[in-house]
């Protein structure tokens, strides 16, 4: 759509909230429960309300929890910083070597463990994850029993559904948002599967991540070097970016994750931008948009933003707000400061 035609409301919010310690978990009671994953602390404390026109905003902090299943995989990986008394939760005491598929055992064997059957053993899903250039990790999964099933990818509170195909099989690329990267696949049926992988470039990159369930029409927008909408440098979902200018250091993509054929699914968009390769000077805008459809018009829209770069602490915010009434379908919400912007130097 052309910037004539589109009738924009502009939210100047202010409510970027820096998170020192690690990322958002938000993987869920049930997977929580299974592979000993401290579940968020959640609560209405540091809700900020803000004024946008035809529409209520309220966003808030997302409280962060300790990253208890990273372990440190090399020997210059970052140490997490230290962690508030009230937020501080136990930890297993493991060598420093141990992996993370080692943890989650330990973790889950409290009890004798009880050995399946080969019919149910037959049936455990399986994950594998394996670093990719720019960041991205391909994960493979597989369980025979859940064929055509959908399954819910969790990644440093990122989420995202999913479907196997008929074999019961599901390949996917995931931009990366930490070094030390654990996933998780969780069929919500009592079976999960996990996998880790070291991401040894993730510190060459900025990523911007945009997560809703259903379809509540919000997208993410990247505006690179002073571009304007629909420009070569305007960056979303119908103009994704290409390959080559990411690893020449010239331009930045965007990944969209979620499959739409699951009922209400969650989905998320994730924009990169090759900056510790950057050929040029300049920055890079990042806008939330909502537009107002025959879906959402009246009714409350939620999202979250994950932040992650090589020059700043990572950032995460959690948004509810109120959707105009239908007389307004056609216009859009335009949330400014869900992300910082990027600023960047010629390497």
Same mark, same amino acid.
């Given at each position: 759509?052309?910037?004539?035609?589109?009738?924009?409301?502009? $939210?100047? !919010?202010?409510?970027?909230?820096?998170?020192?310690?690690?990322?958002?978990? /938000?993987?869920?009671?049930?997977?929580?429960?299974?592979?000993?994953?401290?579940?968020?602390?959640?609560?209405?404390?540091?809700?900020?309300?803000?004024?946008?026109?035809?529409?209520?905003?309220?966003?808030?902090?997302?409280?962060?929890?300790?990253?208890?299943?990273?372990?440190? *995989? !090399?020997?210059?990986?970052?140490?997490?910083?230290?962690?508030?008394?009230?937020?501080? &939760?136990?930890?297993?005491?493991? =060598?420093?070597?141990?992996?993370?598929?080692?943890?989650?055992?330990?973790?889950?064997? &409290?009890?004798?463990?009880? *050995? =399946?059957?080969?019919?149910?053993?037959?049936?455990?899903?399986?994950? !594998?994850?394996?670093?990719?250039?720019?960041?991205?990790?391909?994960?493979?999964?597989?369980?025979?029993?859940?064929?055509?099933? =959908?399954?819910?990818?969790?990644?440093?509170?990122?989420?995202?559904?999913?479907?196997?195909?008929?074999?019961?099989?599901?390949?996917?690329?995931?931009?990366?948002?930490?070094?030390?990267?654990?996933?998780?696949?969780?069929?919500? &049926?009592?079976?999960?599967?996990? $996998?880790?992988?070291?991401?040894?470039?993730?510190?060459?990159?900025?990523?911007?991540?945009?997560?809703?369930?259903?379809?509540?029409?919000? /997208?993410?927008?990247?505006?690179?070097?002073? #571009?304007?909408?629909?420009?070569?440098?305007?960056?979303?979902?119908?103009?994704?970016? #290409?390959?080559?200018?990411?690893?020449?250091?010239?331009?930045?993509?965007? !990944?969209?994750?979620?499959?739409?054929?699951?009922?209400?699914?969650?989905?998320? +968009?994730?924009? &990169?931008?090759?900056?510790?390769?950057?050929?040029?000077?300049?920055?890079?805008?990042?806008?939330? +948009?909502?537009?107002?459809?025959?879906?959402?018009?009246?009714?409350?829209?939620?999202?979250?933003?994950?932040?992650?770069?090589?020059?700043?602490?990572?950032? $995460?915010?959690?948004?509810?707000?109120?959707?105009?009434?239908?007389?307004?379908?056609?216009?859009?919400?335009?949330?400014?400061?869900?992300?910082?912007?990027?600023?960047?130097?010629?390497?």
């Amino acid at each position: 759509m052309k910037p004539a035609t589109r009738k924009i409301v502009t $939210a100047a !919010t202010t409510f970027s909230v820096a998170l020192s310690i690690g990322f958002v978990m /938000q993987y869920g009671d049930a997977v929580a429960a299974r592979l000993g994953i401290d579940e968020p602390i959640g609560g209405p404390a540091g809700r900020t309300q803000v004024s946008v026109p035809g529409s209520a905003v309220t966003a808030s902090k997302a409280v962060v929890v300790p990253q208890l299943l990273a372990p440190r *995989m !090399t020997d210059d990986s970052k140490e997490v910083a230290d962690i508030p008394q009230e937020l501080a &939760t136990p930890t297993l005491q493991m =060598p420093d070597s141990t992996s993370v598929s080692d943890l989650i055992l330990a973790s889950a064997m &409290t009890e004798a463990p009880v *050995m =399946p059957s080969p019919e149910v053993a037959a049936c455990d899903p399986i994950m !594998t994850a394996t670093a990719q250039p720019m960041a991205m990790v391909q994960l493979q999964l597989t369980d025979t029993c859940h064929k055509g099933a =959908p399954v819910s990818i969790h990644h440093q509170g990122m989420i995202f559904s999913a479907i196997t195909d008929a074999d019961g099989e599901l390949s996917v690329d995931v931009p990366a948002l930490s070094r030390d990267a654990l996933f998780i696949a969780d069929f919500n &049926t009592g079976k999960a599967a996990a $996998a880790s992988v070291l991401v040894p470039d993730l510190d060459t990159v900025d990523r911007a991540v945009l997560q809703w369930q259903g379809d509540d029409g919000v /997208q993410l927008h990247a505006l690179e070097f002073g #571009a304007g909408y629909d420009d070569a440098g305007h960056i979303w979902s119908a103009s994704t970016g #290409a390959a080559g200018n990411v690893q020449t250091g010239s331009g930045g993509i965007l !990944t969209s994750l979620g499959d739409v054929a699951v009922s209400d699914a969650l989905r998320a +968009e994730v924009y &990169t931008f090759p900056s510790g390769q950057s050929v040029r000077d300049g920055q890079v805008v990042l806008n939330v +948009e909502a537009e107002v459809t025959s879906r959402n018009c009246g009714r409350d829209v939620s999202a979250q933003s994950i932040q992650i770069g090589p020059d700043h602490a990572a950032d $995460a915010i959690d948004l509810t707000m109120t959707m105009p009434g239908c007389d307004a379908i056609g216009e859009f919400l335009v949330l400014k400061n869900m992300f910082a912007d990027l600023t960047l130097a010629a390497k």
